[in-house]
C-alpha cells in the first residue's frame, strides 16, 4: 500500500497554486487525510499532485457577525478550538478522529463530497457557499466564484470545482438570532461515518414561533436538504411530524452496514432528536 | 525525482532525500532509521504511526515527508528525557500494564503525550475520547485508560 | 528469603524497549534488503490462460519478476498440510504461486522483488494475468448445494466430515435420547467470519551468505517455520536459523506455516544473493492471511422438567475458504469444547467441512470454541426459556460437580488425546459470577438485559515444549524456550519461574524465546499453552540446574546438599546464612578451566586447588557448566474454565447496542502473573465485543471481500469497549508441576453467547446469529413485533 508516482508540485503563493492547477491536470493536496489513503491503495493515481500546504494565506479563519470564513488551509481541530459557529464546532468533533482533525481541513472536507461526511451538511443547511479561484490565463490574473452549497454538491464524492480550481475559503453564516442548532449522528464506531445523521436549525421568531431547517448526511448522494418552513409556536411545533418530512425527502441505499429501511428509520428518529434540541436552544436564544 | 528536505526529530535536524511520494511513516522508518514509528494500516485507521508534528499528534502514513519539509517531528525515541528516563506516560504504560505486543504503544505514546499537554487532568470519558483513533488489537484498552490517568498522577507529581 | 515472585504482579521485562522505540519488529529489520511485493488474484476463480510481465521490466529499482513456472520443482510444491486427519478425506493446499489457478481474491500469482516497496508495486500494478473466470463458490449453502466446484476432485465441495457419538451412560445414542425426553427444541444458529487481525501483519526477511541461511518471520513457531523451510529449499537443518524477533500480535494467524512467502522470500534470497524481505501490508492481511469462525449448527436438544440435557444432537457446517492447510483443528474444537462445563446424557455430533472460494480458515484465538459455546449456551438459554426457568438454574442442573473430577466426556480432543477434565469447580464459579454481575438483584426492564456464558477451555496441549537454563560465572541466568512471543510476556512470566525456582532476583534472569539458535525444539505459541507447556519445562530445567548448583556448593562447603538453599543468588547452610557461596561462584567451579580469564575463572583453574586431584575435573555422567536443559510433555491437555455475565441496554430508536456491565470469573489454575492473566482477558474480551458486535468478513456474490479495510472491518475502538470487572477462582491443575493452565484465548471465547444471551433478555426475542449490529436488531425488531 505505497502510493503510486506522480509529479509533485509545492506552489508558495495562490497564483503559483492556481497557474499550476491550469497548466496541469492535477489533484490539489491540503490536509490529505482522504486523498492520501485513496492514494494508498491505489485507489486514485494523479499524474500531478499540487501541494497547497505552503500557500501564504489560505490558513486564516475570519469571524464576522455574517459567519465565519474558513479559508483552504485551516485544519478541523483548529476550527473547531476556535468555536466561532456553534454548529459546525458541533458538527466537527463528529469528524473522525483528534488525530485526524488535526491534519484535515475543513474545506477539504467539503471539496471531498462524501454524502456520509458531516460538514457539507453543514454547510448545506445554513446555506454557506465555497470561494473557488481559477487562473485566468487570458487575463494573467485569479478570478474568484462563489459557490453557493446548494451547487456546489453535485454528487457523491463529486463538488462543482471545475479541474483548475481551488476551494480557497467556505462560507458559513451565523446563526439567525433566535437560533439554535443541533447535529444528530449514529455511526457505527465513534468517528466512523455516520450511518444516518441530521443536523437541524430552528429559529424562532420575535413572536415565538418556529422555523426549521434540516440536513440529512448518509441517506443520499449529497447532503439532503429540507427545508420545513414555518412550523408554527415553538412549544406546540409538531416535530414528529416535520420529522416524518425529513425521512420521507431521503432515498438511503443499503450496504454491507445498515439496511435501506434502518437508515431511513434512523433518519425520522435523528431528525426529530436534532429538531427537539435546536428548537430547545432556538428557545432559550430568544428568551422563550 | 527526488527532493531534499529538511525534519527536525526529537530535536536534531536530519536532511534525506526522498521522492515526493515518501510517507512520512517510510521516511522516518526507512530513510532516517527511526522504526519505533510502526505502520498497521497504511489508511489512516490504526494509529499505530502517529507522530507528534508540531506537537500535535498526527498520522505519518497520511503525510508526505516532503510536505513536512522543515518541520518539527517527535517520535516515540524522542519522549524520553535525554538522561533516558523514560517519560510519566511511558512509565504509567508500564506501571498499568498498558501494553502487550507493543506495536500499537508508541501511536498511544504520541497521541497521550498530547493529550495530556493539552488536559492534564482528563476525565475518563476524555481520555476515551482522546485514545479514540488509536486501535490496540491485545490490551482492550481498560489498561491503556489507567496509565493515562496515572500519567497524569505521575506528570502532576513531578511539575 | 527470595522476594515471592510465583503469583506477583511483577511489572513487564519487555516494555522498556517497547516504550521507547527499541523493539524490533521485523520491518525493523533488514533496512538494506530488497522489498518484495505480489500480485494476488483480483479474481476468486478462475485460470491463469497468460502472464505477461513485460510492461513491468521497465520499472526502475525493478529486480526480479517470478512465476510458479520459474520455482524449482521442490521450491514450487503445493505447502504441506499440517495437521492430516483421517476424516480429511479432501485436504487441499495451496501453491506458493498460483499454479494454473487461482481459488481465492489475493491468492499470489506473481512475486515481485524490487530495490523497495514503491518500485515493487510500481511493477506489480503494470503486470498482466489473463484470467478465464470461474463461477465462484461463496457462502455455506452454495458450497454444500456442490453444483459447482471450488477444487474439480473434491466432489460436493466436502473436504472432511466427521460423526462422534458419545452414548449416554444406558447405552442409548442421542436421537435415542432426544426422542424419549420430556421436551425437545431444535433450532438453527449462526456465525460470521472474523479474523485475528494482528496489528502487525505477517513478514519474512532471510540473509543467505553462500552457505548458511538466516530467516526472520513474524510466527508462532519458528522451529516449525525452520523444519519447513529447510525442507523446501533442500538445506541441511543445521544451515537454516529462523528468529522470531519482537512480534506485533498473533492471535492464530501467525502459527500457520510456512505461508507462501516463508518459502518464497528465503529462495528468493538466495537466488539473488541479497537481503530480501516481504512485509505484509493490510490489504493483503485482508485477503490472504486467514479467517475463521463461519459456521452454520442445526442443533436439535431433549432435556427433563429440571433442564438436564438427556441428549444432544448438533449438525455443524464448517467454512474452511479455500484450502486446509491446518488440517479441522477449527471444527474438531468447536465440536469438542462444545460441552463446556456440563455433563449431557448423550451426545452426538456431525461436522461437514466445505470448501468455498474465500480466505482460508484457520485457527483465530478461541479456535473453534466461540462457536461451540455459543451453541451450548444458546441452548441452556433455550431450555430455561422454555421451562420458564432461570438462565443459571439450568446450568447449574447440568454442570459436572467437583467431585466428578477427573471427568470424562467421552471423545477424543485435537491432540488426539482422551477428553478428560482434570480439575474444576463450575458451581462456586457461577456463584461468583452470579456475585460480580448482581444476577440475583437485576432489575429487568424492556431494552434491559443481563446475559451469561459458561465454557471450559482445553488448555497447554503437547506434544511437547522444553527449557534450557543456564548460570553464568557473572551469575546470570539466562533461559531460553523454543516457542515464540506475540506479546503475552513470556520474558516475564518465565523469568517469574525461573527467579522462583533458583532463588535468583528477578533483575538476572533473562528470557529469550523463538530463536532456533538458541533453542531449537519446540512445537509453537497457540492453543493456550506457553505458561503451562513451556513454564514447566523450564521450572523442570531449572530443578535439574538448582540441583547441580546444590552438589557443588556442597563440595565447596562442605555440607550436605540437603541442608541448602538458595535465595538472593547466594547457595548457603540453611540456618548458617555466613556458611555461603554465589551462584556465580558455583557457575565458575561448575566449568574445569585451563585457562583464567578473569580474576573470578582463576577459581576454577587446575592449580586452584579447588578440585580433588582424585577424581576426573569433570566427573562421570556430568556436564561441564551450570546449566540444564528438560521438556515437558503433557499426558492431555488441562481444561481452564470461566464465566462471563453482561449488561446491555439496547436504544428502543436507534436499536444501537451499548455493554453497560461486563464481568468474568476465570480459572486458569495457579496464576503466575496475574497482572499479565487479566491482560489477556481484557484483550480477549475486546475481540469478543468484536466478534459479537462489530466485525465481519463480508464476501459479495463474486467472491470479493467488500470490506478489507480498518475503514469497514470494525475493529472495536476504546470507544467500543466495555469496562471489563474480573475475579479469579484457582483450581490448580493436577496434571502439571506448577499447577497451572493457559489463559491466552478464555477471554474472547463465551463473549459472543454472553452478548446474545443479554440482547434476547432486552428484546424478548430470540437472538440467534452473530454478530448483531443496530441494523439488523432494527430488522429482527420488524420481524418479531411487525
Known amino acids: 500500500m505505497k502510493p503510486p508516482p506522480f509529479e509533485y508540485h509545492a506552489p508558495r503563493d495562490l497564483g503559483a497554486a492556481l497557474r499550476t492547477l491550469a497548466e496541469v491536470d492535477g489533484k490539489v493536496l491540503a490536509g490529505g487525510q482522504s486523498l492520501i489513503p485513496m492514494l494508498n491503495m491505489r485507489l486514485a493515481a494523479p499524474a500531478h499532485l499540487v501541494d497547497i500546504n505552503r500557500v501564504g494565506g489560505l490558513g486564516a479563519s475570519e469571524v464576522t457577525p455574517e459567519g465565519v470564513r474558513v479559508g483552504a488551509l485551516a485544519r478541523h481541530a483548529e476550527v473547531e478550538r476556535a468555536a466561532a459557529h456553534p454548529l459546525l464546532t458541533r458538527a466537527l468533533k463528529l469528524v473522525a478522529h483528534p488525530v485526524i482533525r488535526n491534519r484535515g481541513t475543513v474545506v477539504g472536507s467539503l471539496v471531498h463530497a462524501d454524502p456520509a461526511a458531516e460538514l457539507p451538511a453543514v454547510l448545506a443547511v445554513l446555506g454557506g457557499s465555497v470561494r473557488a479561484a481559477r487562473w485566468d490565463t487570458a487575463g494573467g490574473g485569479p478570478v474568484l466564484r462563489e459557490v453557493p452549497a446548494e451547487e456546489f454538491f453535485v454528487g457523491p464524492m463529486e463538488s462543482a470545482l471545475g479541474p483548475d480550481e481551488l476551494a480557497v475559503s467556505a462560507f458559513f453564516p451565523a446563526l439567525p438570532e433566535g437560533s439554535g442548532a443541533a447535529f444528530e449522528e449514529v455511526s457505527r464506531r465513534h468517528g ?65 452496514h445498515a439496511t435501506a429501511a434502518y437508515r431511513r428509520h434512523l433518519v425520522g428518529v435523528l431528525a426529530e432528536r436534532a429538531l427537539r434540541n435546536a428548537a430547545r436552544e432556538g428557545a432559550a436564544a430568544r428568551g422563550a | 525525482m527526488e527532493h531534499e528536505i529538511t525534519l527536525v526529530v526529537n530535536g536534531t535536524a536530519r536532511r534525506v532525500r526522498v521522492p515526493a511520494r515518501r510517507l512520512l511513516s517510510d521516511c522516518l522508518r526507512h530513510d532516517l532509521g527511526l522504526t519505533g514509528t510502526h505502520v498497521g494500516c497504511e489508511h489512516g485507521v490504526c494509529g499505530c504511526c502517529t507522530v507528534l508534528l508540531e506537537g500535535r499528534p498526527v498520522r505519518s502514513c497520511l503525510t508526505f515527508a516532503v510536505t513536512v519539509d522543515g518541520a518539527e517531528i517527535t517520535t516515540v525515541e524522542g519522549l524520553a528525557g535525554s538522561d533516558g528516563r523514560l517519560s510519566a506516560v511511558q512509565r504509567a504504560f508500564a506501571e498499568c500494564h498498558g501494553l502487550q505486543c507493543g506495536f500499537c504503544t508508541p501511536g498511544f505514546l504520541c497521541t497521550v503525550t498530547a493529550l495530556l499537554a493539552d488536559n492534564p487532568v482528563p476525565t475518563d470519558d476524555e481520555v476515551i475520547e482522546g485514545i479514540s483513533g488509536n486501535l490496540c488489537r491485545c490490551t482492550g484498552y481498560q489498561n491503556i485508560v489507567k496509565a493515562v490517568h496515572r500519567a497524569a498522577e505521575l506528570r502532576a507529581e513531578e511539575t | ?70 520455482l524449482p520443482e521442490r521450491v514450487g510444491r503445493a505447502l504441506p498440510l499440517l495437521i492430516p486427519h483421517p476424516a480429511l478425506t479432501h485436504g487441499r493446499t495451496a501453491y506458493p504461486l498460483a ?108 540473509r543467505w551468505d553462500g552457505r548458511d541461511l538466516r530467516v526472520y518471520s513474524s510466527t508462532q513457531t519458528s522451529t516449525s517455520v525452520r523444519m519447513a523451510v529447510a525442507a523446501a529449499l533442500g538445506l541441511p537443518l543445521p544451515q537454516v536459523e529462523v528468529i522470531a524477533p519482537d512480534v506485533g500480535g498473533g492471535f492464530g494467524v501467525k502459527i500457520v506455516h510456512p505461508w507462501p512467502e516463508e518459502v518464497l522470500v528465503p529462495w528468493a534470497a538466495m537466488t539473488l544473493g541479497r537481503e530480501v524481505k516481504w512485509a505484509e501490508d493490510r490489504r493483503e492481511h485482508f485477503i490472504s492471511s486467514a479467517h475463521e469462525r463461519a459456521q452454520v449448527q442445526h442443533v436439535r436438544v431433549g432435556f427433563d422438567d429440571e433442564g438436564r440435557v438427556l441428549g444432544l444432537d448438533v449438525s455443524i457446517l464448517h467454512d474452511h475458504g479455500a484450502y486446509t492447510p491446518y488440517g479441522i483443528i477449527v471444527p474438531i474444537v468447536t465440536s469438542t469444547q462444545l460441552l463446556g462445563p456440563y455433563r449431557v446424557g448423550a451426545y452426538r455430533v456431525e461436522f461437514t467441512a466445505v470448501y468455498t472460494n474465500t480466505v482460508q480458515v484457520t485457527p483465530y484465538r478461541g479456535a473453534g470454541r466461540p462457536q461451540g459455546v455459543f451453541c451450548m449456551e444458546r441452548t441452556m438459554d433455550k431450555i430455561a426459556r422454555h421451562l420458564g426457568k432461570d438462565r443459571t438454574a439450568v446450568r447449574e442442573a447440568n454442570f459436572i460437580r467437583p467431585e466428578e473430577f477427573p471427568y470424562d466426556q467421552g471423545m477424543i480432543f485435537q491432540d488426539g488425546r482422551p477428553l478428560i477434565y482434570d480439575s474444576g469447580d463450575y458451581p462456586e464459579m457461577l456463584r461468583m459470577i452470579k456475585e460480580l454481575i448482581g444476577w440475583d438483584s437485576f432489575e429487568r426492564r424492556p431494552g434491559r438485559g443481563i446475559g451469561i456464558g459458561c465454557y471450559v477451555e482445553g488448555t497447554g496441549v503437547g506434544p511437547y515444549e522444553g527449557g534450557h537454563v543456564q548460570i553464568t560465572s557473572d551469575g546470570r541466568v539466562h533461559v531460553s524456550t523454543g516457542l515464540t512471543s506475540q506479546g503475552q510476556g513470556h520474558e516475564t512470566a518465565f523469568a517469574q519461574i525461573a527467579a522462583a525456582e533458583l532463588g535468583v532476583p528477578i533483575e538476572r534472569v533473562s528470557v529469550v524465546t523463538g530463536d532456533t539458535r538458541r533453542f531449537a525444539y519446540a512445537v509453537g505459541t497457540f492453543a493456550s499453552r506457553a505458561a503451562v507447556v513451556s513454564g514447566n519445562a523450564i521450572a523442570l530445567a531449572c530443578r535439574k540446574v538448582r540441583e547441580k548448583a546444590l552438589r557443588i556448593a556442597a563440595d ?101 447496542i451499548k455493554v453497560v456491565r461486563y464481568a468474568v470469573v476465570h480459572d486458569c489454575g495457579r496464576l503466575i502473573n496475574p497482572m499479565i492473566v487479566e491482560g489477556q482477558i481484557h484483550g480477549g474480551v475486546a475481540q469478543g465485543i468484536g466478534g459479537a458486535l462489530y466485525e465481519r468478513m463480508v464476501y459479495d456474490q463474486h467472491g470479493q471481500l467488500v470490506n478489507a479495510s480498518f475503514m469497514d472491518f470494525l475493529m472495536p475502538y476504546a470507544t467500543e469497549v466495555p469496562h471489563v470487572e474480573t475475579d479469579h477462582l484457582e483450581t490448580p491443575s493436577p496434571l502439571n508441576p506448577l499447577g497451572i493452565k493457559g489463559a491466552g484465548e478464555a477471554g474472547v471465547i463465551p463473549v459472543s453467547a454472553v452478548i446474545a444471551s443479554a440482547v434476547e433478555d432486552a428484546e424478548g426475542f430470540a437472538v440467534d446469529r452473530m454478530p448483531i449490529s443496530p441494523s439488523e436488531l432494527f430488522e429482527a425488531r420488524r420481524r418479531n413485533r411487525g
Not at chain 3, 497468460?50 to 520459474?70: K, Q, R, S
Not at chain 3, 579447588?610 to 491437555?637: C, F, K, N, Q
Open chain 1, 192 to 256: 466512523d461515518y455516520a450511518l444516518a445523521g441530521v443536523c437541524a436549525v430552528v429559529t424562532v421568531g420575535a413572536d415565538g414561533a418556529a422555523r426549521a431547517r434540516a440536513a440529512c448526511v448518509g441517506v443520499g448522494a449529497g447532503p439532503v436538504v429540507v427545508d420545513l418552513g414555518e412550523l408554527g409556536p415553538v412549544r406546540r411545533a409538531g416535530w414528529k411530524a416535520a420529522a416524518a418530512l425529513v425521512r420521507e425527502a431521503t432515498d438511503p441505499e443499503e450496504d454491507i
Open chain 3, 1 to 70: 528469603m527470595t522476594t515471592k515472585l510465583f503469583g506477583e504482579p511483577v511489572q513487564r521485562r519487555e516494555d522498556p524497549r517497547l516504550l521507547t522505540g527499541q523493539g524490533r519488529y521485523l520491518d525493523d529489520l533488514g533496512r538494506e534488503a530488497l522489498a518484495a511485493a505480489f500480485v494476488r488474484s483480483p479474481h476468486a476463480h478462475a485460470r491463469i490462460r497468460d502472464i505477461d510481465v513485460g510492461p513491468a521490466l521497465d520499472v526502475e529499482g525493478l529486480v526480479a519478476v517470478y512465476t510458479w513456472e520459474d
Open chain 3, 99 to 206: 499454479r494454473e489457478v487461482v481459488r481465492h481474491v489475493g491468492e499470489p500469482v506473481v512475486m515481485v522483488v524490487a530495490t523497495d516497496r514503491y518500485a515493487a508495486e510500481d511493477a506489480c500494478a503494470l503486470i498482466e494475468v489473463d484470467y478465464e473466470l470461474r463461477k465462484p463458490v461463496v457462502g455455506l449453502e452454495e458450497a454444500v448445494h456442490g453444483a459447482q466446484l471450488v477444487h474439480e476432485d473434491v466432489p460436493g465441495n466436502v473436504g472432511a466430515h466427521l460423526v462422534q457419538e458419545v452414548p449416554a451412560p444406558g447405552g442409548h445414542g442421542a436421537r435415542e435420547a432426544i426422542e424419549a425426553a420430556p421436551h425437545t427444541l431444535s433450532f438453527r444458529l449462526d456465525i460470521e467470519r472474523s479474523a485475528s487481525m494482528p496489528l502487525e501483519g505477517r513478514g519474512v526477511y532471510a
Open chain 3, 556 to 656: 565447596a562447603l562442605e555440607a550436605d546438599p540437603a541442608d541448602l538453599d538458595i535465595a538472593d543468588g547466594l547457595v548457603h547452610v540453611a540456618g548458617t546464612p555466613s556458611a555461603s557461596i554465589p551462584l556465580s561462584t558455583v557457575a565458575v567451579l561448575a566449568n574445569p578451566l585451563r585457562y583464567a580469564f578473569d580474576e573470578e575463572a582463576a577459581k576454577a583453574t587446575q592449580f586452584s586447588g579447588t578440585a580433588s586431584p582424585d577424581r576426573p575435573p569433570v566427573a562421570e555422567g556430568e556436564e561441564p557448566g551450570l546449566e540444564g536443559r528438560d521438556y515437558y510433555s503433557p499426558i492431555r491437555s488441562t481444561f481452564a474454565a470461566g464465566m462471563h455475565a453482561a449488561v446491555v441496554e439496547t436504544d428502543p430508536d436507534t436499536a444501537e
